[in-house]
């Protein structure tokens, strides 16, 4: 929970007092849902979560009509101090500890067909190049200019395009070298795959 913790804490705290609905529509206009994993039905739980740990404080509740009553959050002293431990924490990381599903299954590539590895190398690509030209339409039409986001909106978009575009080339590289019979394993690798698979050769 740490990044959402840090990700909580922050809207609250520039945004108090404010409510649970207002983190999590505050989060999405962000779209940290994409880049920072916080998944919107988890906002409301972290929420309370934190107010247990004593990092916010409810500070009032507020009711329009016949809808349900919405509480108002603070940061407290302590939740501020968490704040900062995480905002340095993860500023000073080179993503260590960041998790890729992707890497995850790449390790197993002698598993897929190299036609299948490079049809899912090259539909990568695609993605992460329609990616780019929704964040550069979001910069293009002014969404991310300076006197309606904070520039480090613009930057983060520009950090995000710049990483997707050395992506795109590497799978682009890689399916290339896949299509043209690059080995997946090692010789001494293959001959211990081999053997515990009762002699089937991998792909090579």
Known sequence: MSITRMMILGVVRILQPVH???VRRELLSWNADKWANIQPGSVYHALKKLVDEGALREVGTSQVGSRPARV??????????????L??????????????????AFS??????????????RNRATQLRAANEG????????????????ANVRWMLELNMARNEGEIAWCERIAKEIEDGAPYLTEELAARWALARGGEIPQL
Do not use: C, N
């Open 20 to 22: 649970g609905y207002d």
């Open 87 to 104: 905002l340095s924490q993860y500023l000073w990381s080179a993503g260590e500890s960041h998790v890729d599903p992707f890497m995850a």
């Open 72 to 85: 108002s959050y603070e940061v407290t002293e302590k939740g501020y101090e968490q704040f900062r431990d």
């Open 108 to 121: 197993f590539l002698f598993e897929v067909p190299r036609q299948e590895t490079v049809a899912v190398l």
């Open 135 to 150: 964040m550069r339409a979001a910069i293009v039409s002014g969404w991310a200019a300076p006197d309606i986001k904070p």
